[in-house]
């Protein structure tokens, strides 16, 4: 195990940087990070329309995430890979295609986690807000999104675990992100695949584990300031 | 200042307000009673347009407020409402509560929107709990609160919803006394309340509904001592002794 780490440890973290594109646990927490930061406002979007009263809105997007919800990501990334350079008219590269691909799908997953929190709220909320004046969009903005984001931080954050885990369906399209490097050092020595996996199993682990740690503090500092009516 | 004619409102086939004229002098103080699923509480509502209404016309201040043109953000920040379950925004503190819509809405500095909350704060007796959370407060607290919400966008109607039917008992008497304490100082008011006590002290007059028909208006002395319709007679004396009919 140490001499793996000893001659392949640099290349796990970050691929054949310098001398090449960056790969490895770097690409992988990159891609993460990414896609949880686009997916959030974008489920946000998407959760809006989704409740909003207008059908024009609503209907498209209610069409879209059941067909997301409907389809492996597999294959969003499949459509993605073949779709993009179509639509966009230039190849694009296969971190571009992955993000792309983990922000729509997660946009989906993540709205209807948003819109259910939104609704499990009390209409009294939404009501006096509005009776004092404010507008639909101030009501949500001031004083139902804060509310309904802090209720569902446990459903969110098990969104963003999942998605972390996502970014290793890279692997299908060649982007070298974490699990594609294991696969590769694995194919070199030959003898020591259940090492390596162990390896990159830990590596997935340790992530997930930190973003769970992380978000049962915040929820505990966010339960000091108030209590639940 | 508040006026009402024919209004109707169906939900699906039910008549829920049916032919509703009042209406409402300025400085004029009127509570609403009448047994649950009467439509007071829709009535009410209908006042700034959290329900829409099918037919008819409500005009304040002159202005029909479901004509089209009607800014309907600004009309409600002129009215101040009150619920049943209170609402404050638990995620903000009481002064929060106060100074929110005053600073948005009104543009108010930080500074000036925490001296007129507190001062109302003071006046419904809760000055010293401004950096308390809701949930720390008992139910009769709550609610002083939400009135003095809504009086932090200075409005010239207050409506009331049922302000003490979600309170213990003990904590009835607390909240009607910042109600009285704004009677007094001439606030155009509009009640749905079952409390006699404030009814007969404060209010110019009473109406009585029943299924979504205003059935009597009297003075309260009157309505309370001998009411003209039967079923505001049996209304009456069904909450004076909630037993009698058992018997």
Known sequence: ?229 | MIKLESVNKWYGDYHALADISESVGKGEVVVVCGPSGSGKSTMIRTLNRLEPIQSGCIQIDGQDIYAKEVNVDGLRSRIGFVFQQFNLFPHLTVLQNCTLAPMRLLKKSRAEARDTALALLDRVGLAHKAEAYPAQLSGGQQQRVAIARALAMNPPVMLFDEPTSALDPEMVGEVLQAMKGLAKDGMTMVCVTHEMGFAREVADRVIFMDQGKVLERAKPESFFRQPEHPRAQRFLSDIRSPWAAAV
């Open chain 1, 1 to 229: 195990m140490f001499d793996i780490l000893k001659n392949f440890g640099v290349f796990y973290l970050i691929g054949q940087y310098p001398h090449g594109p960056l790969g490895g646990l770097a690409l992988t927490l990159i891609l993460a990070a990414l896609a949880l930061l686009f997916a959030l406002p974008v489920g946000l979007l998407l959760a809006m329309c989704r409740i909003s009263p207008f059908p024009m809105l609503r209907l498209p997007v209610t069409g879209l995430i059941y067909v997301i919800r409907g389809t492996p990501l597999l294959m969003v990334i499949f459509w993605a890979y073949f779709l993009l350079p179509t639509l966009t008219g230039h190849k694009t590269d296969q971190f571009s295609t992955m993000l792309a691909a983990l922000v729509i799908f997660d946009g989906a997953y993540l709205s209807e986690i948003i819109r259910a929190g939104i609704e499990g709220l009390p209409r009294g909320q939404m009501e006096s807000a509005r009776s004092l004046g404010f507008s639909y969009l101030q009501s949500m903005v001031l004083v139902v999104l804060p509310q309904a984001l802090r209720n569902m931080l446990p459903s969110l954050v098990n969104q963003f675990i999942s998605s972390v885990k996502e970014t290793s369906l890279g692997y299908i399209i060649s982007l070298s992100e974490v699990s594609f490097v294991a696969g590769q050092i694995s194919t070199q020595l030959m003898t020591k695949p259940a090492e390596i996996y162990l390896l990159l199993g830990l590596t997935y682990f340790v992530m997930c584990f930190g973003l769970s740690r992380f978000a049962f503090w915040l929820e505990r500092q966010l339960a000091v300031r108030s209590v639940k009516v």
